[in-house]
């Protein structure tokens, strides 16, 4: 994943991620423009998840509420 771009689904891709990783926060899901690596390593810190599983469920949780 080059560049994660998420807009105005946003909180329906957070809903998604909460479900498959109970322990994620809002604070840890914080989106703002050109920041998606350090919400990726913040899902790593707290999932312990590679970064691979994470930019893939972040994919899906994107591709499932239809954004882009």
């Known amino acids: 994943m080059n560049k994660l771009e998420i807009t ?3 909180n329906i891709t957070k809903g998604k991620l909460k ?4 322990s994620l926060t809002d604070d840890d899901l914080k989106f703002a423009d050109g ?4 919400l990726l390593g913040r899902i790593q810190k707290r999932t312990g998840e590679t970064r ?3 930019e ?3 994919k899906e949780s994107c591709a499932d509420c239809g954004c882009k």
């Not at 920041?35 to 350090?38: A, C, I, V």
């Open 8 to 10: 105005g689904d946003w």
């Open 19 to 22: 479900q498959k990783w109970a």
């Open 35 to 38: 920041m998606s690596d350090e």
């Open 52 to 54: 691979e599983a994470i």
């Open 56 to 58: 893939k469920a972040v």
